[in-house]
């Protein structure tokens, strides 16, 4: 089984730039793919962008251009880049380590405790 542990989020302000870490640690040999997904308050639990284990990465529309996912295989660790931070963009955000098929990524059960983000001036 793996382990999560988010962290880096905080208050920032609109236009500006946080990276967030997910450290992962157990089982992580074989870990296909993994994501980030971000929960803001009385919506559902979106995916934000995932890294497939060959390096291919795919974003919601709504963070393209402005967030980078990238994944540090050896220290089991995912990031995630994020720049023009906007108000919407305030969300509790997770990592989860998963797997992917053609194209769509499927979320393992377990979650860590997410870190917070908030945009707002």
């Known amino acids: 089984q793996v382990q999560l542990v988010e962290s880096g989020g905080g208050l920032v302000q609109p236009g500006g730039s946080l990276t967030l870490s997910c450290a992962a640690s157990?089982?992580?040999?074989?870990?296909?793919?993994m994501g980030w997904y971000r929960q803001a308050p009385g919506k559902q639990r979106e995916l934000v962008a995932f890294?497939?284990?060959?390096?291919?990465?795919n974003y919601a529309q709504s963070v393209k251009d402005r967030f980078t996912i990238s994944r540090d295989y050896v220290n089991g660790m995912l990031y995630l880049q994020m720049n023009s931070l906007k108000p919407e963009d305030t969300a509790v955000y997770f990592c989860?380590?998963?797997?992917?098929?053609?194209?769509?990524?499927?979320?393992?059960?377990?979650w860590g405790q997410g870190t917070q983000v908030t945009v707002s001036s």
């Open positions: 989860n380590a998963g797997s992917t098929y053609s194209g769509t990524y499927f979320p393992a059960a377990n």
């Open positions: 157990g089982t992580i040999v074989g870990i296909s793919a």
């Open positions: 890294i497939t284990s060959g390096g291919s990465t």
